[in-house]
């Protein structure tokens, strides 16, 4: 199951002796060619024909992929899976707080060439888990207790805009950011939680939709 949420997955299966390669839904796939390097072009969802031997093809998954941060993740398994540890930082007014929620991000489809040759397969652990605990951490350390709790919206716009910075240079769009949790840590190993996750809408499918 987790091999399949990986953003890059191993070779594109080959069939019919290698000269076609299929890019499942939601997938994109970057060529290699051993004469030329990493060709600019895009392949996406469907039967494409190559060279067999002389060209081989990568596989990226170019859906909205979720990189969560919480208490609980387990990282000494897999650095390469979608999430990370609590970050904790100092904001602006001296308090101490852990920061927990969710990246949204994708493969650029027209710069997918670009991210393979210059990063390669590691973009989570060389791109998404140090530029988010660095630029998530940096701006929470810029806000008061005051303006976390009062502004929220506006502090989930402001880290996406900042991660998008930062990804758009290597192949990578921030969709979003979810703040889920803040908790600030307290004398004698207390915690106290500040911002929780927003509750969920519960709809009654039993009843017809209105306008």
Not at 72 to 87: H, M, P, R, T, Y
Not at 111 to 121: M, R, V
Not at 184 to 201: C, D, F, Q, T
Request: aromatic share 8%; proline share 4%; with cysteine.
């Amino acid at each position: 199951m987790e091999f399949d949420r990986l953003v890059v997955s191993f070779l594109v299966d080959e069939v019919v002796g290698g000269f076609f390669i299929s890019v499942p839904p939601g997938h994109i796939a970057c060529v290699y060619d051993r004469g030329r390097g990493v060709l600019p072009r895009v392949w996406g969802p469907g039967l494409h024909f190559k060279i067999p031997f002389w060209q081989v093809a990568k596989l990226f998954n170019a859906q909205v992929l979720e990189y969560s941060i919480r208490k609980d993740f387990d990282l000494s398994k897999n650095n390469e899976a979608l999430g990370d540890e609590v970050i904790t930082v100092t904001t602006q007014d001296g308090q101490d707080i852990s920061v927990e929620g969710s990246v949204l991000f994708r493969v650029d489809r027209v710069n997918a060439p670009e991210l393979w040759e210059n990063i390669g397969e590691n973009m989570v652990s060389k791109v998404v888990r140090p530029i988010s605990r660095s630029r998530i951490a940096n701006i929470f350390s810029q806000l008061t207790i005051d303006q976390i709790l009062k502004n929220r919206s506006e502090v989930e716009q402001l880290v996406q805009k900042e991660l998008n910075n930062y990804f758009e240079d290597r192949g990578l769009n921030c969709e979003g950011f979810l703040l889920s949790r803040v908790i600030r840590s307290k004398s004698g190993n207390r915690e106290e939680v500040l911002v929780a996750a927003e509750p969920k809408i519960e709809l009654d499918t039993d009843k017809p939709a209105s306008l």
